[in-house]
């Protein structure tokens, strides 16, 4: 079975997809394509959070950094995504805890602290302009989860000292966020959500004036290996000592090794028309991001002209539905039925990466090769470390990387024809199991 293209199946090539983020922003003008035989320290593959990380960080380190974007600076997840800066990995500490033991759960908990404040700082320190506002409430969509995410947090507070978590029950997230879907939750006051777009824009800016150049539209064709790597692309080459891997859902077979570890997956979002002041706050009322328990997220927040921006639905085939907004408007009125009337003024869709076991995929795939991708959803501030972390252990400091390297990551079962299709099996039972 041939798989799909996805840098060019769903999408204009070179254009952010027509998203409320992309037409809520200025576009820097584009970067010209490679052209010729170049050369570098280190070649980043990959114009998203991780890749625009790593190359900042390796340029501040004083290295010599070309980045290839196959199509434009955040033109992938890291532009199109729910925007959520959530606390902790994608699994909850109780899972690490149980997979790795306590001490190393304690350095997960620490790093992903750390991506929070990674991204708190990027954004003060080069004045990025991504409307970055407090709060993330986890709603229970089960009477039966409400317990479970209370028991999340006096966990959290008990065992690893965060005390920014505030238990919700019925009546208080129904005054929190309008609804009568959820039956209680837990509110982080130490998660955060911001514009997308503008947050990777503002990453690319950074590494722009630190010295990385940076090629959009310079897909690469192939990595040869070696002590002296060399990444082509179809009108040029570089020759590099270091090749770092950031592709995530858009790896389109590069590289088999990750490849069988980390399956892309679409996900879509739709905007509304601008609400008003009293309208918006009448969803949320404390202007905070909400994520789900559902195993298929409903995800969603208020845009800065106060729009719900709503995210829910996915699709495992790799075509984009032909009518997004008819996919994800249900999962939203299921929420908001008072939205029934209300115009969808955007649909989006965006392809992520997931692994078997939901955490991120770190992999050294030679000596001098490195890949991170696989966020499951749980991007915004893992990409971020994580390119921080590869840029370490291209200096030569790669303790924190091998954390992350060393957590077992099971291949996805099936083979390249098979993979697909078992993944789509399995998510829909999930799904099936939400609506149960």
């Known amino acids: ?117 990674l991204v708190r700082r990027r954004i003060e320190r080069h004045a990025i302009d991504c409307a970055l506002r407090p709060g993330v409430i986890h709603a229970a969509h089960r009477k039966s989860y409400v317990r479970a995410l209370h028991a999340d947090a006096e966990n959290l507070a008990r065992t690893y000292g965060y005390l920014e978590t505030e238990p919700l029950d019925r009546d208080a997230i129904r005054l929190a966020l309008g609804t009568e879907a959820y039956w209680g939750g837990v509110l982080d006051k130490g998660g955060s959500h911001l514009h997308p777009l503008s947050y990777a824009l503002g990453l690319g800016s950074a590494a722009g004036e630190a010295g990385v150049r940076i090629h959009e539209r310079s897909r690469v064709t192939a990595i040869h290996p070696g002590p002296r790597p060399q990444v082509e692309t179809a009108h040029g080459s570089v020759r590099v000592r270091h090749v770092v891997l950031a592709c995530n859902g858009y790896l389109c077979g590069l590289e088999p090794e990750v490849s069988t570890r980390v399956m892309p997956i679409n996900n879509f979002i739709i905007a509304t028309d601008p609400l008003g002041e009293d309208a918006a706050r009448a969803l949320i009322r404390d202007d905070v991001a909400v994520a789900d328990t559902r195993f298929v997220v409903n ?138």
């Not at 790799?318 to 955007?346: E, S, W």
Request: aromatic share 10%; net charge positive; charged share 15%.
């Open 1 to 117: 079975m041939r798989q799909l293209d996805l840098l060019t199946v769903n999408d204009t090539p070179g254009r952010h997809a027509p998203s409320w983020y992309a037409a809520s922003v200025a576009a820097p003008p584009p970067l010209p394509a490679l052209a010729g035989a170049a050369s570098a320290d280190v070649c980043v593959i990959g114009g998203g959070y991780t890749g625009l990380s790593a190359a900042l960080h390796l340029a501040e380190a004083g290295f010599d950094v070309v980045l290839l974007e196959a199509q434009r600076l955040g033109w992938g997840a890291s532009g199109r995504n729910g925007g959520q800066v959530g606390s902790g990995q994608r699994q909850d500490q109780s899972w690490i805890e149980k997979a790795v033991g306590i001490d190393m759960a304690r350095r997960f908990w620490s790093m992903a602290e750390e991506a929070k404040a």
């Open 299 to 436: 995800y969603f927040r208020l845009s800065e002209d106060r729009r719900l921006l709503f995210g829910g639905g996915e699709t495992y085939g790799y075509r984009f539905p032909g009518d997004i907004a008819a996919l994800v408007r249900p999962n939203m009125l299921r929420v908001y039925p008072q939205l029934a009337h209300t115009r969808i003024a955007y649909a989006w869709g965006g392809t992520l990466a997931i692994t078997v076991n939901r955490m991120p995929a770190l992999q050294r795939l030679a000596p001098n090769v490195y890949s991170a991708a696989g966020f499951s959803g749980h991007g915004v501030a893992m990409a971020t470390l994580s390119g921080k972390l590869m840029a370490e252990a291209v200096a030569g400091q790669a303790g924190r990387f091998d954390v992350f390297s060393k957590l077992p990551q099971t291949r996805f079962p099936g083979g390249g024809a098979l993979r697909a299709p078992l993944l789509a099996l399995a998510m829909s039972w999930y799904a099936l199991r939400d609506r149960l």
